[in-house]
């Protein structure tokens, strides 16, 4: 044979194989071994052993009733924490946490900077860029938020955790949960902070910060055995919405990831399920993964996929962050770029009075059906303003449609509105694709008041099937409305190919999910705070239960007080879930409120209010 034609040959073999498929980041390259953790003098190995490779634990747990913390002896000594430092990527990521608001308080305060503190505190990214902040701050504890927003005279941790590793490599992933494990510290995972019950804060704490994790990668054909070949994007966990879009857009392809600008993709997000404005067209965020890469409770790092670790594959789907492991990275399906038209308007009873409002926001929701089976999604707001109302469509999102399609798919609301005399002229725009017409109907949202509380609920299709139906369910939501309560509506299926995931079945039944919520001030007592959160969670919520039986609630937009939690975000997958938890993490090494698996342990919060600010503690130890 030629020279010329083994070449030939050769070239055709390297075509062949030019399908991508697994690669690892940069990032992901650095691990730590068993081999450099047994390398090491006997006290730093021990505190930075895998699960079960010496013989010898650092610390006997078997009757210690709650995670050590900073004010317990056990508590790690700054001899062993600098051991921990030398092993991280660089000195500096071991951080110490100084809570944001410390420099308007003590003998150092500074006022200059506090206010300007102040006046970025609504700002979400003040909170995304600390390493410990939260977006739901009354699950930190509120101990330490600038006095102009919320005066207690002083500021302590609460539940910030103590320590952060912002991680830059596997590695110190892999550092983090070896040390909080050997020294049964209790451990938590940030990304952004979203969470909407505190979950990525913890009271004395080591906190493993993914947010800087921000590689991407694209794969123009990537093969997954046996199921799926096309475009695909792997992305670290720290990667968030805004840049997930720009980098899809600069490749002219869509990625399925939520409204909200800031929310990280890759961490409780997609873990939790994920619900998109592509929803109604594709389903649920964690319907379209290929695999994730992560390490375990015994620290060790590994790949779920299709064809290894399955059940984990399975788990991860779905089954909520911080509960399974440090996702490191996660590669997604990625689909052809679309058009999109996208609508907006407002109601206003003062302007139109009342049964004119009731009637047409009756209409709006007499469509639920349609609406979903055509695509599109919705997010609109029912705010109580005084005696009168407001209804807020922000946007009518309809992919894949153009005006005169969405003119149509509205044209039975539209038509009601002109037989009930009530003017509408809303703003339309059709745009070529799908970054533009979400950078601009989806603007930064600020964080929430400090002391809101939401709860909400996913409603079945099956309650718009029939006018009775809708009668009884819209009744309910206008009470609730009337009472006081706004209402922040999602108007979308999570249709698409309905992968075996452990993603709330609930969620492929439902056509609306809805938050609610309220503020409560903290100057109130304790008791006044709870029966305003009992009228939340067992008033107005049980009287939404009881019109949708046996469905949910989404987990990641979720009271911290749901009752029978386990049935309400993952139903039947619950069991499975639990199973696989077991599994993978007997010593509850990750643990968070309401997360598989959880109810060995409860946080014993020092002001006696549900937050994070207290030790973690065995349940009737
Ligand atoms: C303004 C706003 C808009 C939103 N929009 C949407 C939306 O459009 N669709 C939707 O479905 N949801 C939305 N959400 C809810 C969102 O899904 C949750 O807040 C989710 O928890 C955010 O995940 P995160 O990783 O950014 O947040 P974090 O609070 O940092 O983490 C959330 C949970 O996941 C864990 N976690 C984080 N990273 C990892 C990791 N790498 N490995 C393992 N566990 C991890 C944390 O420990 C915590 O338990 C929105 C929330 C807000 C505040
Ligand atoms: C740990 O402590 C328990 C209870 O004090 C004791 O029974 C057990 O033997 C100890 N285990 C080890 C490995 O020392
Ligand atoms: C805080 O406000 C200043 C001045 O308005 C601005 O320059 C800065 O970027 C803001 N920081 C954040 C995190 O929003
Ligand atoms: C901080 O203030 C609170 C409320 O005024 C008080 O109960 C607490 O003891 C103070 N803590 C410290 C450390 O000063
Ligand atoms: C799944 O992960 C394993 C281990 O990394 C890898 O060998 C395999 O190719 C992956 N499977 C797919 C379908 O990508
Ligand atoms: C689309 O919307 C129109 C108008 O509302 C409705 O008649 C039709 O049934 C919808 N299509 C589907 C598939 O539901
Ligand atoms: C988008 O619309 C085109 C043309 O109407 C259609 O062929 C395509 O299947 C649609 N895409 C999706 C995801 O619905
Ligand atoms: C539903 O409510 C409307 C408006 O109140 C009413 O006219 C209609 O009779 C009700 N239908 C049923 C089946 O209850
Ligand atoms: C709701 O009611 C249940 C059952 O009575 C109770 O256990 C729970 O504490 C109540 N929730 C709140 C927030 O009061």
Redesign the pocket.
Same mark, same amino acid.
């Given at each position: 044979m030629s020279s010329h034609i083994v070449s030939l040959l050769f070239a055709t073999t390297i075509l062949l194989v030019s399908v991508q498929s697994r690669t690892l980041f940069p990032y992901e390259e650095h691990q730590l071994t068993r081999e450099h953790v047994a390398s090491l003098p006997e006290e730093d190995a021990a505190l930075l052993a895998f699960e079960g490779q010496f013989e010898i634990q650092a610390v006997n747990t078997t009757d210690k009733r709650c995670r050590y913390d900073p004010s317990d002896k056990k508590w790690p000594s700054e001899k062993a924490w600098n051991k921990l430092r030398r092993q991280l990527s660089a000195p500096e990521i071991l951080i110490t946490t100084t809570p944001q608001a410390s420099l308007c308080y003590g003998n150092t305060k500074n006022d200059a900077g506090c206010q300007q503190l102040a006046r970025n505190w609504s700002n979400?990214y003040t909170h995304i860029d600390d390493p410990t902040e939260? /977006?739901?701050p009354i699950y930190q504890g509120l101990t330490c938020q600038p006095p102009s927003i919320y005066d207690i005279g002083n500021c302590t941790l609460g539940g910030y955790p103590a320590r952060v590793i912002k991680a830059k490599t596997v590695s110190d992933i892999q550092c983090g949960i070896n040390f909080a494990r050997n020294d049964y510290m209790r451990l !938590? !995972?940030?990304?952004?902070?979203?969470?909407?019950a505190g979950?990525?804060a913890g009271y004395g704490a080591l906190s493993i910060w993914? @947010?800087g /994790?921000k590689d991407i990668q694209f794969f123009e054909d990537y093969v997954d055995e046996p199921g799926y070949r096309g475009p695909a994007i792997k992305a670290g *966990? =720290?990667v968030? $919405?805004f840049e997930l879009y720009k980098f899809a857009n600069e490749r002219g392809v869509i990625a399925v $990831? +939520?409204?909200?600008?800031? %929310? =990280?993709?890759? +961490?409780?997000?997609i /873990?939790? =399920? =994920? @619900?998109?404005?592509l929803s109604s067209l594709y389903g649920? *965020?964690a319907d379209h993964v290929l695999g994730f890469e %992560?390490v375990t409770p015994i620290g060790e790092f590994l790949t779920a996929n299709s064809t290894s670790n399955a059940d984990l594959f399975w788990a991860l789907k779905g089954g +909520? &962050? &911080?509960?399974? +492991? !440090? %996702?490191?990275s996660v590669t997604i399906k990625a689909y052809k770029d679309m058009p999109v038209t996208a609508a907006s308007w407002q109601l206003d009873s003062s302007k139109i009075g009342k049964d004119k409002f009731w009637a047409a926001t009756k209409a709006f929701f007499d469509q639920a059906i349609s609406n979903v089976d055509n695509g599109t999604y919705s997010y609109w707001l029912l705010l109580p303003t005084g005696p009168d109302f407001i209804f807020i469509m922000q946007p009518f999102f309809a992919p894949n449609k153009t005006a005169n399609q969405l003119n149509t798919i509205l044209g039975p609301y539209f038509s009601k509105l002109t037989s009930l005399n009530i003017p509408i002229s809303p703003k339309i725009t059709e745009y070529k694709s799908f970054y533009p017409a979400w950078q601009a109907e989806f603007p930064l949202?600020p964080?929430?008041g400090v002391s809101g509380a939401v709860s909400s609920r996913l409603f079945p299709r099956s309650n718009f099937a029939s006018e009775t139906g809708r009668n009884i369910t819209f009744n309910v939501l206008r009470q609730s409305v009337e009472a006081g309560q706004s209402l922040i509506a999602f108007n979308m299926a999570t249709r698409g190919s309905n992968p075996d995931n452990s993603v709330n079945p609930a969620w492929r039944t439902s056509v609306y999910h809805i938050i609610t919520g309220i503020s409560v001030s903290y100057k109130a007592s304790n008791t006044d705070i709870m029966s305003a959160r009992a009228a939340l969670t067992n008033g107005t919520m049980q009287k939404w239960r009881d019109v949708t039986p046996g469905s949910g609630a989404?987990l990641?937009?979720a009271d911290r007080l749901e009752p029978n939690w386990q049935q309400s975000f993952w139903g039947d997958k619950y069991a499975r879930l639990l199973e696989i938890k077991r599994e993978m993490d007997h010593r509850d090494v990750f643990w *968070?409120h309401h $997360?598989v698996g959880s109810e060995g342990w409860k946080v014993e919060s020092f002001d006696g209010l549900p937050n994070e600010n207290g030790k973690l503690c065995k349940v009737g130890a």
């Open positions: 979400s939260v /977006l739901s !938590v !995972v940030k990304n952004t902070g979203h969470d909407f979950k990525s993914t @947010h /994790l *966990a =720290g968030q $919405a $990831a +939520g409204e909200g600008q800031t %929310v =990280g993709v890759f +961490g409780g997000y /873990l939790g =399920g =994920g @619900h998109s404005p649920m *965020a %992560v +909520g &962050g &911080g509960t399974f +492991g !440090v %996702v490191s949202e964080m929430s989404y990641n937009e *968070a $997360a």
